[in-house]
């Protein structure tokens, strides 16, 4: 009896810890889902507020980026209002070529690359042998005529023959007979001596011109005997060598370059622009090669026709030409660069247009 009753009482016990077990096995996946939720929550709502901030900040940064650009455009439109600037730009100056008048072969040349020559130098020297003998050839050339001009012009016959005036007819017809012989041979000896004369005298013209051709070729030898020595006419500096000891060089052949000590610049603006600039207005001039030093200037001139360049490449009509500006610089801020400031070195130029 007892064995029954504790074999029952194990069976109730045992359903009760199962319906217990059921009973949490159901409680236990409904708070695991509530948890889940709310971590689900949790989570969005920090995305969202991490999105809001986000979309706030990029608001900022917009804000702050279209202040900037507007700033900047004000700026900009401010400083077009008062300032054209290009970097279009570059130096420039006159430049003198020197050339050989004469041909021969080069046997000294007295100048270095870049050197600051003055007016009158000389710089090349050429082979002088045969002009030397053209210039002795001339002279002795010169000699002879002269010597042949005055034996030509003591061959003028000095004097003169003249007509016996007519006296009485003699009343002897023999006398009558001999006065008109005696005439007639004064006069044909006055006929010949007028001939002879007129020849000597176009003679001694003919030997007056050979002696004044002969003086031009004596001229002409000295010329080409000092055009051996290749000078500068004007004063610079060296640039553009093209010659050496031993070549042979022609007449008009350009040996080497003067540059003038006296640059500009000449900056392109489009034409657009052109309405703002006037000559004498102040130009501020900044090269890149002396990037430490401002440099002045003033507008010199505006060319009157348009470059063959062009802003655009469009064929259209719509392109604009631009315009070359002439700009002088300040003489004062230019000391000591005159040297440097070769032509063909880019620039950066602002016309002040206010």
């Known amino acids: 009896m007892k064995l029954k009753n504790f074999l029952q009482h194990s069976q109730n016990v045992t359903k009760l810890s199962e319906q217990e ?6 409680q236990e996946p409904t708070n695991t889902s509530n948890e889940s939720n709310n971590v689900l929550k949790k989570r969005l709502s920090l995305l969202w507020v991490r999105h809001l901030l986000l979309l706030t900040g990029l608001g900022v940064l917009l804000s702050v980026i279209a202040v900037y650009i507007a700033n900047y455009a004000y700026k900009q ?27 021969g072969i080069v046997t000294e040349i007295s100048f270095n690359d870049n050197q600051v020559v003055s007016p009158g130098m000389i710089l090349v020297k050429l082979d002088k042998s045969n002009y030397q003998l053209s210039l002795a050839q001339a002279k002795i050339s010169l000699e002879l005529a002269k010597q042949q001009a005055a034996l030509a012009q003591e061959k003028i016959p000095k004097i003169t023959i003249e007509i016996p005036s007519l006296q009485p007819i003699p009343e002897n017809k023999k ?3 001999q006065q008109e012989a005696f005439i007639r041979k004064r006069t044909l000896q006055l006929q010949v001596l007028n001939q002879q004369k007129k020849i000597n005298e176009q003679q001694y013209k ?7 051709q002969k003086q031009v070729e004596v001229k002409k ?19 553009n060598k093209n010659v050496q000891v031993g070549q ?8 080497l370059s003067i540059i003038q000590p006296r640059p500009w610049i000449i900056a392109y603006f489009p034409e657009k622009q052109l309405q703002k600039v006037q000559p004498e207005q102040k130009v501020k001039i900044t090269v890149p090669a002396f990037s430490n030093h401002q440099f002045q200037g003033k507008v010199d001139s505006i060319a009157s026709m348009p470059q063959n360049n062009l802003t655009s490449n469009s064929p259209s009509s719509n392109s604009l030409h631009e315009i070359p500006v002439k700009i002088l610089f300040d003489e004062s801020t230019i000391q000591g660069y005159e040297s440097r400031l070769t032509p063909g070195i880019s620039a950066v130029v602002k016309i002040q247009t206010k």
Do not use: C, K, M
């Not at 400083?79 to 100056?93: I, K, M």
């Open 21 to 26: 077990t059921s009973v949490v096995s159901q």
């Open 77 to 103: 439109w401010q400083y077009t209002q008062t300032e054209l600037e290009t970097d279009n730009a570059y130096v420039t100056a006159e430049i003198n070529p020197v050339t050989s008048r004469v041909s």
């Open 175 to 177: 006398a009558q007979i």
């Open 206 to 212: 003919v030997a007056l011109a050979t002696f004044a």
């Open 221 to 239: 030898a000295e010329l080409e005997f000092n055009y051996t020595n290749i000078a500068t006419a004007v004063g610079g500096i060296v640039g």
């Open 248 to 255: 042979q060089v022609l007449p008009g052949q350009t040996l």
